[in-house]
Structures are given as C-alpha cells and as structure tokens.
C-alpha cells in the first residue's frame, strides 16, 4: 500500500466491497437488489401522495390518475431505485477491475454513472426540477465542506440574503409571463387570492376610490390571509401524508401534524412574502422607476420574509432556480449557448458530489438528508464501515459516532 506520505489522491485501500461498503451482505449482487428494492419501496411511498395532491387540486378524473399518474409514480420511484442500486453496484463494478478502493472510485465515479442512468431513466419534464433540487443540496454541501476546512467564513443571515437576491429575478420573470413551471404556479397562487366574495370587494372598492389606499391595504389583506392559509393547510397535509404509516398506527398523533410551530413559521413565511411584495409594489407605484425595476426592488424586499423560518433549503432552491431562469433567457437572446442535456450533466455531478459526501464526510452534509438518503436505503448507509474509510483523511466516521452515541 502507498504510504501516507503521498498524496490522498493516489492512496487506496485493498479491501473487499463487503468489507468496506455492503457489509451486511457479503453478495454484492444481493446487495444492490436489495438496495434498489428498498429505494423503490421508499419512493413509492414518498411520490404517492405528492401525484395524488397533485391531481387532486388539478381536479383530474380518476381514470386519468389510473392510466397516467400510475406509471408515472411507478417511473419515478424505479428512478430512486436505479439511483441507489447503481451507486452499490458500480463500487463493486470498479472494486473488481482495479482491484483497490481509491480515493474518488470509491463513491463519486459510482455515484456519477448510477444518477447518469437513473436521470436519463426519468421523465424529460422532470429532469429541470431535480436538477434544481439536487443542485441546491450540492451548492450546501460545498459550503460546508469549505467552511468545515476554514476556506470560508459564516455569513449570518446568509439565507435571508440569498432568498433577498432570488427573489427578484423569479418574480419578476414570473410578472412578465416567462416562468411555467412549479414556481410560477406557486407564485400565481399567492399572489391571487381566491377568496369568497373577494372580488366583489375590490370592484365596490375601485369604484369608489381607484387609486386610494384602502383598495390598496385590502389588496395587501387578502393576499396576506389567502397566503396564510394556503401555506398553512400546505405544510399540515403535506406533513401528514409523510408520515402516513405512523398515523395508521397511532392515530391520536395526528393533532401534532396538523397543529405545531414549524406550520404556523411556514404559513408566516407566505404570508409576509406576498403581503411585503404587495405593499412595496404599491409603494413604488408612487416613484418614478420603470415597471421592471418596480417589481425587482419589491421582491428583494419581500425576501427578507425568509427571517420568519431561516430554510436554507427553500433560499438555495430558490438560488439555484433563479440562475437556471436567467441562464434559459440568455440562451434565448443569444447571449449565452443552449447547453444540450445539460440538466443530465449537472444532476449526475451535483448527485455525484452529495454521494460522495455522505461516504467520506457525512458531517458536511445537511442532517436532514442523511435521514432521507437513511430512509430510503432501509438503515443501510449507517452499516458501511466508515471507520475504515477515515484512512483517507476525511474524518468518516465523525458524523456516525457522534449519531451512534446520542442515539445509545
């Protein structure tokens, strides 16, 4: 074995695939079914109920679910599979043609050709939205294994103002017609609100006085409550439904699903974004600024509405969303050049990054996608043998001895 001496980068390991990796089986075939049956499992029970509330709001006929939302919910959750499985099989693939475990074939290759095939696997419409999502989790990751090497300092509030700088360019793209996805839809359901007998308050209200600051504060209120409301009863069901198996077993429980802290700090989040971005439109009515800069300086306002919860999750995929529709423009004005698949190149490298992350450093990644990736393996991630891996430099098994003792 090279010594330690040299660099980490031509350092290996010359243990099995059963030693180092699947240790609960030693049949690296049996273990990547194993793995991807699990994953399935998992991802049947994660994508049933997002389609099912889906076409629920969408008001589509059972027969449509049935012949369509079926095979899409089964199409998605072999994706999750192919994503897991892959990752096993191809670290015993490279295990057995090198014949060692070197620094970057042990976790980030494997990990690039399984989410390579398993985004490739997936439907074209939804390639956009993971690539979105995963890249969000990536840019994290790389924030903290920077910060974790003292490269970087802290930045306090450091969501607030990337939620601050993402908002302006998502809304303002969504006010000139260009964003029909997921975001403008949730956008244009804030922004509207669909109350009872609504309507017919704004129209008495502009007959009486059309430019006056009543109409514009009842605005504000309607949007502000409506926002409130869709954001809290949101985060109840969505909640629930995630832990629907848990409920079928206890279900006095579900009075701390529907009511507790993080849903009302979420239904406040909505509801000061809508509302702030309202008021500071009305505002800036009354300056001479053109309609553009209007609807950007009233978004970056409404922004600081990410002080009510602190997500660094929604701030990141709102960062990641933003330059994914600022670069899609430019590329229609000819400014940059139109990257052919390049939603599969960057959800395979970002999966790469976050894979590799949880094998040589789990402390640098997000605690709460641990418990999903945790999840979704069936407990298995938790068997690799992470103490062997600290050879590499990497501190392995910090992370793991740390959970292993709270949780004794």
Excluded at 39 to 67: Q, V
Excluded at 247 to 274: E, G, S, V, W
Excluded at 364 to 388: S, V
Aim: hydrophobic share 45%; glycine share 6%.
């Amino acid at each position: 074995m090279i010594p330690f001496s040299c660099p980490r980068s031509w350092f290996y390991l010359t243990d099995t695939c059963y030693e180092l990796g699947h240790t609960w089986c030693p049949s690296c075939t049996r273990s990547a079914i194993e793995i991807f049956v699990t994953c399935l499992t998992e991802a049947l029970k994660i994508y049933a109920p997002l389609y099912l509330i889906s076409d629920i709001l969408s008001r589509r006929s059972p027969k449509a679910f049935i012949t369509g939302t079926v095979p899409y919910i089964i199409r998605s959750s072999i994706f999750l599979g192919i994503n897991g499985g892959g990752f096993i099989t191809f670290i015993c693939l490279l295990r057995k043609l090198t014949g060692r475990f070197y620094r970057y074939s042990s976790a980030y290759v494997p990990a690039l050709v399984a989410s390579l095939l398993a985004i490739l696997w997936e439907r074209k419409s939804r390639r956009g939205m993971l690539t979105t999502y995963v890249c969000s989790i990536a840019l994290e990751t790389l924030y903290r294994m920077l910060r974790f090497r003292s490269y970087i300092p802290s930045i306090p509030y450091g969501e607030v103002l990337i939620f601050c700088i993402a908002s302006a360019p998502l809304v303002l793209a969504h006010r000139s017609k260009g964003l029909h996805d997921a975001i403008g839809d949730i956008l244009s359901l804030l922004f509207t609100p669909r109350i009872p007998g609504a309507d017919q308050l704004l129209k008495r209200l502009s007959v009486v006085q059309p430019k006056g600051w009543k109409l514009a504060a009842t605005k504000i209120a309607l949007v502000s409550v409506w926002s409130f409301t869709i954001g809290y009863v949101f985060q109840a069901v969505i909640g629930s439904l995630s832990s629907w198996s848990k409920l079928m077993r206890q279900p006095r429980k579900i009075k701390n699903y529907l009511i507790n802290a993080y849903n009302l700090k979420f239904a406040m989040f909505l509801a000061t974004f809508a509302g702030g971005y309202k008021a500071m439109n009305s505002i800036l009515h009354a300056l001479p600024v053109s309609r553009n800069v209007r609807i950007l300086l009233a978004a970056a306002v409404a922004g600081l509405s990410m002080g009510t919860i602190r997500s660094t999750t929604i701030a990141l995929y709102a960062l990641t969303k933003a330059i994914d529709v600022m670069y899609c423009d430019a590329a229609k004005r000819g400014l940059v050049w139109h990257w052919y698949y390049g939603d599969v190149i960057l959800y395979s490298i970002a999966t790469a990054l976050i894979f590799d992350c949880m094998f040589f450093e789990s402390h640098n990644l997000r605690p709460a996608y641990i418990d999903f990736l945790d999840r979704l393996t069936g407990k298995r991630i938790r068997e690799i043998n992470y103490r062997r891996i600290d050879a590499f430099g990497t501190q392995a098994s910090r992370w793991w001895t740390a959970e292993r003792t709270d949780r004794d």
